[in-house]
């Protein structure tokens, strides 16, 4: 029998001092709530409460037991209160994984906004271009750019990132401007040598999807490294919008290839079940907000 219950019952038929008006306030039988005392009486080895036909009193025993009884439902109120908060409030770690560069351009503005709106959560940003691993890394949520490869996780589509194929004009005024992908072969193409794309470009021909594997002297394993490069002029690169739109914008580098720009690439919030707590769920719903319906930054 649920001793929690049988403690409940106690204290009602104490506060009402009979058995029957217990029962009609608990909308049990009477039987039930008899049964319920006499098995608090035998687990604590003692009686708790002095009954005849027309009185029911406590014993010295019941007037400790019921005092300490409603100091523990009281104390037990409270926790459940304050645990209720805990599920309602973000509150305490909130370990986040996420690619280099998108976690250096993008995301530390969104997490600056997070810790304002929560400071009770302490943010523990790491930036890795390695394929996600959530569990391995004991991380919360993770960032990812591209398909997902494991299929046990679970991932909100954020938003669409645009790859961008761009140069500075100056390397264009000096080895041309390419027009087809043709022209690729003929071009020091800049390499992005970790991640699932590893030195592997992405174009769309006619409606086809079309993945080239372009070359030339320089790569790197990680994105800004390659913008970097590409900034001094040393040759062509495939960066996300988020990274070369500003530059873009500013001139400082030409978006070529346009007509060959390849479907939209899916950013993912990646935890690991879907029973979030407060903490992730808001996390998540703030990177949306961030991210959707419009890219991570102009192209």
Not at 178 to 193: E, G
Not at 256 to 267: G, Q
Request: hydrophobic share 45%.
């Amino acid at each position: 029998m649920d001793k929690l219950a049988g403690i409940e019952t106690f204290i009602t038929v104490a506060d009402c001092q009979s058995f029957s008006a217990a029962a009609e306030q608990l909308r049990l039988s009477k039987a039930m709530v008899s049964k319920q005392i006499q098995h608090l009486e035998h687990l604590l080895g003692t009686r708790l409460l002095h009954r005849t036909t027309r009185h029911l009193r406590l014993t010295d025993a019941g007037t400790a037991y019921l005092a300490g009884c409603r100091r523990i439902l009281g104390d037990l109120a409270e926790l459940e209160h304050e645990i209720a908060q805990f599920s309602d409030q973000p509150h305490g770690m909130l370990k986040v994984l996420a690619p280099t560069s998108f976690g250096s351009f993008q995301l530390a503005p969104v997490i600056a906004e997070y810790a304002q709106r929560y400071p009770s959560v302490q943010v523990q940003l790491t930036l890795s271009d390695r394929p996600v691993g959530l569990m391995e890394e004991g991380v919360d949520v993770a960032v990812q750019i591209g398909a997902l490869a494991d299929s046990s996780l679970v991932a909100r589509r954020i938003a669409d990132v645009r790859l961008i194929v761009c140069a500075t004009p100056e390397y264009l005024a000096r080895h041309g401007t390419p027009t087809a992908l043709a022209d690729l072969a003929q071009h020091n193409c800049l390499r992005y040598s970790q991640g699932q794309r590893k030195g592997l470009w992405l174009f769309r021909d006619g409606g086809e999807a079309v993945t080239l594997r372009v070359h030339g002297d320089f790569e790197a394993t990680t994105g800004d490294a390659v913008r970097m490069a590409a900034l001094g002029s040393l040759g062509l690169v495939q960066l996300p919008s988020y990274m070369v739109g500003e530059d873009i914008a500013a001139g400082r580098l030409s978006a070529v290839l346009t007509p060959y720009a390849p479907a939209p690439v899916p950013l993912f919030a990646v935890v690991a079940h879907r029973d979030l707590s407060a903490t992730v769920r808001e996390f998540v719903d703030l990177l949306a907000e961030h991210f959707h319906p419009r890219e991570p930054a102009p192209g």
